[in-house]
Every structure is written in structure tokens, then in C-alpha cells.
């Protein structure tokens, strides 16, 4: 479990944002190459997308692949104004509610702060809305748009800036968790000794379109799918019932359906059966919302069978998301003797 976490903070300070994944990319091939227990095969296609083969114990009856995706929501330069202010809009999906007040790294390295107007002058109705990110500006301390220049262009990501950190008995929080847990996940299984031969595949610009997970699936041409991933918890005060989606704690989330894919129902059952044979923790999404490269893979080549494992995340796409070790740990498990298990449906 120590390095599977060390993975996973090492992953949650890396900056990439969809469409420039490189750095955690290279952060995965270097960890391969430098290990004595990685030979496997590895190439990288035209979307960025990392795709490796692994030779198992045994060849198996279906050819599998487990995908979780590199990339993170962020921000891109879209103007600067002539005071040096620096207007941003979104890679991915971010609420509102995150963005004002916080600190952003930019690729250059500057660092920003998100402004807009102060609260002692917004008027009444202002003071009731949620401001908007394009009515906000980053701050990078620059005088004109001239200064701006030197350190910044049109067209640069931004990231989030969050610290790794433990707290509470069982919690983790981070940037980007979602879903470079996943990514560990997987940097850990290439890095144990497999049952079965197995593609892994880490994928390019999940976060606005589940875009690499389909290209991806027409290189490999997978018979299943499996999906490593974060997914929303809403176990928070004032949430109660099926709107809570998942809680932390409750073990591995595995949905029947959301907004981009309804689920293989006999992965979706067997996982379950999975779970209680081994001891692990299950639970199901109850609410019908989000997507993954789970969207994109099922309808690729001629259909594939696809499911998804997700630990629950609280705060996702925030500087902080919040899982459980505990969690975390479980699903590393579970993913293993899934893959297994469909590898000789």
C-alpha cells in the first residue's frame, strides 16, 4: 500500500490538463523504465494516449483492457486585458462555487491568484449570485498586458494548486485525484507480477469527451473494459437518500448507468458476486449523472463490453478531492480479480 500511495501523490502534483498530459506521461514511462519487474510493451498514439501490454502467467480467453485516464480539469489563457488581468475559461468540468480565491499555476510556472470584485461592493443581487468565472480574472501580478506577455500566452493551461494531504483517520485529500488514483492503480498492477496477459491503457482528454478512451479501444480492439475511476460523493450534511450518490468508506462504486454509458449487466452483477466472495466492500451509484471513458469505449470497434470501478471521491474537480485509503487500497484489489475474472468469462 506505501508505494501505491507514493504513486498516487507523486501523480496528484503533476500538472496536466486535457490535450497536454506529457508530464504524467513521462512520469509513468520513467517509472517503468526504471523498474526490473515492467517488461511490457509500450507506445504512445497521435492523441497522447500511453498504451501498454503486459505479458501475464497465461494467455487468456478474451483479450482485456484497463484504462484510467491522465488528464485533469484546469484552465486555459483566453485573454489578457490592458491592466495585465488574465481571462481564463475552463478544460473540463468546474463549478463556480471552486474557482474564486484560489491559486493557479500556470505551464510557464507563474503563479496567479483568481480574482473578481470584492464582496463590500457587490450590490445585493450580486452578493445572491454565485459569480461566474468569465466575469473573474487571474492575477499574476503583472502592470499591463505588455508585462503579462513576458510570462504568459494566449492558448497556456492553468492548473489548480493543492497540497497532498492526510487527515482524519482514513482520508487523503489532493488535486487531480480524479483520476490519478487511477493511474496508480494500473502503475501498480504493470508493476506486479499478472495472472494474464492485459492492456493497460492511460488516456488523453477523458475530461472533455471521454476522447482517448475511444481511440484508444480501436487500437487495442479489447473484447471487455475495464474503467478505473473516481466518481462523485455527496455524503455531506444537507444530503440525504439517492442524492448522496456514493460514500466514502462504502468500498468500490459501480454503476448501472450514467449519463454516457448503461453498463454491461452481467459485469455489473458479477462484480457484486466479486465482491462478496473476496470480503471487499461494493456499493452502486444511485444517482444518474457523470460519464467516463467508459462513454466512448463501449460503442468503439464493433461494441465492447465495458464496466466501471470507481472509488468515491468527495470536492471532485476542486484543488481538494477527498478519498479513503481504505477505499483506495480495496479497489486496487478488486481491480486485479476482476480483470482476472473476465479475462476467462
Known amino acids: 500500500m506505501k508505494n501505491i500511495v507514493k504513486f498516487l501523490e507523486n501523480l496528484s502534483a503533476i500538472n496536466s490538463v486535457s490535450g497536454d498530459e506529457n508530464a504524467v506521461r513521462d512520469y509513468i514511462k520513467s517509472i517503468l523504465s526504471n523498474s526490473s519487474n515492467s517488461s511490457c510493451e509500450i507506445e504512445s498514439d497521435n492523441l497522447g494516449n500511453l498504451i501498454i ?8 480467453k478474451n483479450k482485456v483492457m484497463i484504462s484510467a485516464h491522465m488528464d485533469e480539469v484546469g ?6 486585458n490592458p491592466d495585465g488581468f488574465v481571462s481564463l475559461t475552463a478544460v473540463g468540468g468546474i463549478s463556480d462555487t471552486v474557482v474564486y480565491g484560489r ?13 473578481g470584485k470584492p464582496v463590500h461592493q457587490l450590490d445585493k443581487n450580486e452578493k445572491e449570485k454565485q459569480p ?19 510570462f504568459i500566452s494566449l492558448g497556456e493551461p492553468a492548473y489548480f494548486v493543492g497540497n497532498f494531504t492526510d487527515f482524519g483517520s482514513d482520508l487523503i485529500a489532493g488535486k487531480a485525484l480524479d483520476d490519478r488514483l487511477g493511474c496508480a492503480i494500473l502503475l501498480d498492477m504493470i508493476l506486479s507480477e499478472l495472472e494474464y496477459d492485459m492492456h493497460f491503457v492511460f488516456t488523453a482528454q477523458e475530461e472533455v469527451g471521454a476522447r482517448g478512451g475511444g481511440v484508444a479501444a480501436f487500437t487495442v480492439k479489447p473484447d471487455f473494459a475495464l474503467v478505473i475511476e473516481a466518481t ?14 456514493c460514500k466514502l468508506g462504502g468500498g468500490a462504486v459501480v454503476p448501472f448507468m450514467d449519463t454516457g454509458a448503461v453498463y454491461d449487466r452481467e459485469l455489473y452483477s458479477l462484480c457484486f458476486k466479486i ?7 461494493c456499493q452502486t451509484k444511485t444517482k444518474i449523472a457523470g460519464g467516463n471513458d467508459s462513454s466512448t469505449i463501449h ?19 476542486s484543488p481538494n478531492c477527498v478519498i479513503s485509503k481504505n477505499d483506495f487500497a480495496q479497489l486496487r484489489v478488486f481491480a486485479e480479480i476482476m480483470a482476472n475474472k473476465i479475462a476467462e468469462l
Not at 461566474?132 to 492575477?139: C, E, I, N, R, V
Not at 465482491?275 to 466492500?281: D, M, Q, T
Open 53 to 60: 501490454f503486459k505479458k501475464g502467467a497465461k494467455k487468456p
Open 75 to 80: 484552465f486555459v489563457v483566453q485573454g489578457i
Open 103 to 115: 491559486q493557479i499555476r500556470f505551464k510557464s510556472g507563474i503563479t496567479g491568484v483568481i480574482g
Open 132 to 150: 461566474k468565472l468569465s466575469s473573474l480574472f487571474a492575477d499574476i501580478g503583472a502592470t499591463s498586458k505588455e508585462d503579462a506577455e513576458k
Open 232 to 245: 462523485t460523493a455527496c455524503d455531506i450534511p444537507g444530503i440525504d437518500g439517492h442524492e448522496q450518490v
Open 275 to 281: 465482491a462478496a466472495e473476496n470480503g471487499l466492500k
Open 299 to 317: 460503442k468503439s470497434v464493433g461494441g465492447i463490453r465495458t464496466i466501471c470501478l470507481s472509488s468515491p471521491c468527495r470536492y471532485l474537480h
